[in-house]
């Protein structure tokens, strides 16, 4: 083989292997029932961003309510199920994760979880309040050791023994029990 021949093939197998790398890269950044929830976003979409950034990020069209100045939701079309994005002011602001979602926290907690679990996955960070409508039913709210991260809160809604809902975001509207309302 001569030199331009050898150079030639490792520029095409640079090429191809760069190619699987981004196309990867790509795959993982969709919004899936793998994507992990954290304190400020879930995956790739973050509290803050404007919903067509958000829609990029999750690599799925986010859609809803109609948009407005105040309050609205909107959600993945399609996968994952259970999942959606509360925007005010133009921005995502908070993530909830109900019903029979299979989306766990990076720390690994999930729906059907029992007030146990999630007290020991978050040692010493856990406040615990009475459920405004659920009777014995707690508010288990993560409260974040970093300085950095004190304007976020995730949050556990239980039914008093396991977690029915939760939902991560920034301050105030993570604590708003009403959603929009």
């Known amino acids: 083989m001569n030199s331009k021949h050898k150079l030639l093939t490792l520029i095409t197998a640079t090429v191809a292997f760069s190619s699987l790398t981004v196309g990867t890269v790509l795959a993982q950044a969709k919004l899936t029932n793998q994507s992990k929830v954290t304190l400020n976003g879930i ?24 948009p407005n100045d105040s309050c609205y939701y909107v959600k993945p ?47 010493g960070q856990i406040t615990v309040t009475p459920h405004k409508y659920v009777q014995g039913g707690h508010y288990l709210t993560l409260v974040p050791k970093e300085r950095a991260s004190g304007n976020y809160r995730l949050i556990f809604e239980t039914d008093g023994k396991r977690v029915t809902q939760l939902r991560s975001g920034k301050l105030p509207e993570v604590e708003f029990v009403e959603g929009c309302s």
């Open 77 to 123: 079309q399609g996968e994952p199920q259970n999942i959606s994005f509360m925007v005010t002011k133009g921005r995502i602001s908070r993530v909830e994760v109900s019903k029979n979602s299979r989306v766990a926290t990076l720390s690994g907690a999930r729906i059907g979880d029992t007030e146990a679990q999630i007290k020991s996955l978050y040692p």
């Open 43 to 66: 995956g790739t979409v973050r509290v803050g961003m404007t919903v067509n950034e958000a829609t990029k990020a999750a690599g799925t069209k986010l859609v809803g309510d109609a």
